[in-house]
Nanobody, 125 residues
């Protein structure tokens, strides 16, 4: 499956952005999908994930209450709505997907075989 991430940009502290991750596969509904991010000089970190059947979501603590992940299986797309953005949210954001991700590995980037190219989010103070 091919993933195309989009929606990044340069915004001010407190602004909002919505990222999209569009998939090429019509079986996208069978995939666990997650967003990760990597800031300059830092390791890639989990941001949010959504499971395939239940739609259950999970978030990294620093984005809880500000970010919302959702999926539209009819459009083969997963979204990341980011509100109240902060300068520390500045990073390249990647979407990732895999059919075989188990619950305990949703936050582990090594569990995902398919990755988008990333979209840059820059938040200025």
């Amino acid at each position: 499956v091919q993933l195309q991430a989009s929606g990044g940009g340069s915004v001010q502290d407190g602004d909002s952005l919505r990222l999209s991750c569009a998939a090429s596969s019509y079986t996208f509904r069978e995939y666990v999908v997650a967003w990760f991010r990597q800031a300059p000089g830092k390791e890639r970190e989990f941001v949010a994930g959504v499971r395939r059947n239940t739609g259950y979501t999970s978030y990294e603590d620093s984005v809880k209450g500000r970010f919302t992940i959702s999926r539209d299986n009819a459009k083969n797309t997963v979204y990341l709505q980011m509100n109240s953005l902060k300068p520390e949210d500045t990073a390249v954001y990647y979407c990732a997907a895999d059919r075989g991700v188990i619950v305990s590995s949703v936050r582990d980037s090594r569990a995902y075989h398919y990755w988008g190219h990333g979209t840059l989010v820059t938040v200025s103070s």
